[in-house]
T-cell receptor, first 113, second 117 residues
Framework: KAGVTQTPRYLIKTRGQQVTLSCSPI?????VSWYQQTPGQGLQFLFE???????NKGNFPGRFSGRQFSNSRSEMNVSTLELGDSALYLC????????????FGPGTRLTVT | AQSVAQPEDQVNVAEGNPLTVKCTYS??????LFWYVQYPNRGLQFLLK??????LVKGSYGFEAEFNKSQTSFHLKKPSALVSDSALYFC???????????????FGQGTTLQVKP
């Protein structure tokens, strides 16, 4: 099976702009989660989608949003970018049974200048 | 609140020697525990999980982990380290405090493993 794919891999934006990141899960996986990874805060959970519904949300401001489509692909959006949003954004997919282990994509490296 | 701790920022080991990367957890109920590895500029790769059953769990690339309920630990081990094992390792626990089924993971801060030739 193909793994989780994320696009784009690298992105440079300016403060105040908005950005949309895309994630395609492993075929058959209906759960998609997003995490932010920074050197200072480590890995932090953003949100999780299952069957087009957000079923869990982390402690991030409303500038961070996401959605999931009927084919389980997911997007996350960050509006009004701040310098502190510079991070590696990781998407993970999992099946909704068994151990719920998550399989991660390569990430999108976002740099805000 | 549920949490995961990795007490060592870095572990150094010589190639061929056994390695241990430590993890302790704090959860309500029975834990779902995971280990992931991250190579530079890459996403996280799943290594192994503990859900229930045998306390010694075997995973990918020769890694194994020992679940110890009394010590609330889930240490990652490998009998003979390779230089190529050098990477960043994360322990994680599934967040069971959320209502319903959820895949949310709580991660430790990570431990850098350095294997020297």
């Amino acid at each position: 099976k193909a793994g989780v794919t994320q696009t784009p891999r690298y992105l440079i934006k300016t403060r105040g702009q908005q950005v949309t990141l895309s994630c395609s899960p492993i075929s058959g996986h209906r759960s998609v989660s997003w995490y932010q990874q920074t050197p200072g805060q480590g890995l932090q959970f953003l949100f999780e989608y299952f069957s087009e519904t957000q079923r869990n949300k982390g402690n991030f401001p409303g500038r961070f949003s996401g959605r999931q489509f009927s084919n389980s692909r997911s997007e996350m959006n960050v509006s009004t970018l701040e310098l502190g949003d510079s991070a590696l954004y990781l998407c993970a997919s999992s099946s909704n049974h068994g151990g719920y282990e998550q399989y991660f994509g390569p990430g999108t490296r976002l740099t805000v200048t | 609140a549920q949490s995961v701790a990795q007490p060592e920022d870095q572990v150094n080991v010589a190639e061929g020697n056994p390695l241990t990367v430590k993890c302790t957890y704090s959860v309500s109920g029975n834990p779902y525990l995971f280990w992931y590895v991250q190579y530079p500029n890459r996403g996280l790769q799943f290594l192994l999980k503990y859900i229930t059953g045998d306390n010694l769990v075997k995973g990918s690339y020769g890694f194994e982990a020992e679940f110890n309920k009394s010590q609330t630990s889930f240490h990652l081990k490998k009998p003979s380290a390779l230089v190529s094992d050098s990477a960043l390792y994360f322990c994680a626990v599934r967040d069971m405090e959320e209502s319903g089924n959820t895949g949310k993971l709580i991660f430790g801060q990570g431990t850098t493993l350095q294997v020297k030739p």
